[in-house]
Nanobody
């Protein structure tokens, strides 16, 4: 059974930084498509960043480009999201996700991902 466990969320002031971590069990990060998504109550889940094949390919949603960095450490079997220059608009529940069935592409679409973590809360105050 695959489980994804996120950590690293918290409360910071605008301009601050956080690093989220995601540790899978029953799943290997190496060579896979994984990503970070976020959701605010009452809104659809939004793709934040994805990574494929240990960083050969990455993609970000426009609002986080230049501020967030997705990476993974295969030795630790861990996915990261480094978030810098945080703003109140980044406040959300952040979810780690992994593709369960490889279809030949890695996209910022939640429907493509079959495994999800429980989420970690990020709150940015102004």
């Amino acid at each position: 059974q695959v489980q994804l466990v996120e950590s690293g969320g918290g409360s910071v002031q605008a301009g601050g930084s956080l690093r989220l971590s995601c540790v899978p069990s029953g799943y290997t990060t190496r060579g896979k498509c994984m990503g970070w998504f976020r959701q605010v109550p009452g809104k659809e889940r939004e793709g934040v960043a994805i990574i494929y094949n240990s960083g050969v390919f990455t993609s970000y949603t426009g609002s986080v480009k230049g501020r967030f960095t997705i990476s993974q450490d295969n030795a630790k079997n861990t996915l990261y999201l480094q978030m810098n220059s945080l703003s109140p608009e980044d406040t959300a529940m952040y979810y780690c996700a992994a593709v369960s069935v490889w279809r030949g592409y890695c996209r910022l679409r939640s429907a493509d991902f079959g495994y999800w973590g429980q989420g970690t809360t990020v709150t940015v105050s102004s």
